[in-house]
């Protein structure tokens, strides 16, 4: 059975740093493209970035460019994203996301709905 399960959050000071990391199961990640997404209170579920199959083409949201960072390995069956330099406004339940896309330059980090499978999200909180 297809499952992701994310880790790595927790509390961080701003300024800080965490790593989150997906673990996939009951499927063969070359198939999928890959996004992580975030959900604070009150607010809606958006896009914070997104990988290719093949992890030729990465895109972020505007509020995490050039602080966060997303990776895959597929042979390990794994998706993470490095977040640095972290701010208050980062904190939310993080969410990783499945898109079964084959394409090797394709990922959208705008589209939930284009992601059929999700985990069960991790807390990231980053206050002083």
């Known amino acids: 059975q297809l499952q992701l399960v994310e880790s790595g959050g927790g509390l961080v000071q701003p300024g800080g740093s965490l790593r989150l990391s997906c673990e996939a199961s009951g499927f063969t990640l070359n198939n999928y493209a890959f996004g992580w997404f975030r959900q604070a209170p009150g607010k809606e579920r958006e896009g914070v970035s997104c990988i290719s199959s093949r992890g030729i083409t990465i895109k972020y949201a505007d509020p995490v460019k050039g602080r966060f960072a997303i990776s895959r390995d597929n042979a390990k069956n794994m998706v993470y994203l490095q977040m640095n330099s972290l701010k208050p406004d980062d904190t939310a339940v993080y969410y990783c996301?499945?898109?079964?896309?084959?394409?090797?330059?394709?990922?959208?980090?705008?589209?939930?709905?284009?992601?059929?499978?999700w985990g069960q999200g991790t807390q990231v909180t980053v206050s002083s």
């Open positions: 996301a499945a898109d079964r896309n084959p394409s090797p330059v394709l990922c959208d980090v705008l589209s939930l709905a284009r992601y059929e499978h």
